[in-house]
Nanobody
Framework: VQLQASGGGLVQAGGSLRLSCAASDTTFSRYGMGWFRQAPGKEREFVSSISWNGGSIYSADSVKGRFTTSRDNAKNTGDLQTNSLKPEDTAVYYC?????????????????WGQGTLVTVSS
């Protein structure tokens, strides 16, 4: 599965962006997917994940109440709606497909990764 993330950009603090992840084939619909981010000089960290049918969603404490993840298996796409953005949300955001129908917060749970999309939040 090839993944293409998009939607990043420059936004002021308090603003919103909708990130999208497009998968190359229908394999996407059978597996969980996740969003991670990596800020300059820091390790890649978990943001949010969603199971294959959207029935289970997990989010990092740092984004709960501000970010919402969703997916559309008919279109082979996943989205991350980011609201109330803060400067500390600045990072490259990656989407990934998990090895199983569910998707957790650990990097090793994921098989396929997109190339990342940069989100920059100015203060």
């Amino acid at each position: 599965v090839q993944l293409q993330a998009s939607g990043g950009g420059l936004v002021q603090a308090g603003g919103s962006l909708r990130l999208s992840c497009a998968a190359s084939d229908t394999t996407f619909s059978r597996y969980g997917m996740g969003w991670f981010r990596q800020a300059p000089g820091k390790e890649r960290e978990f943001v949010s994940s969603i199971s294959w049918n959207g029935g289970s969603i997990y989010s990092a404490d740092s984004v709960k109440g501000r970010f919402t993840t969703s997916r559309d298996n008919a279109k082979n796409t996943g989205d991350l709606q980011t609201n109330s953005l803060k400067p500390e949300d600045t990072a490259v955001y990656y989407c990934a497909v998990a090895r199983n129908w569910f998707a957790g917060s650990y990097l090793h749970e994921y098989t396929y990764w997109g190339q990342g999309t940069l989100v920059t939040v100015s203060s």
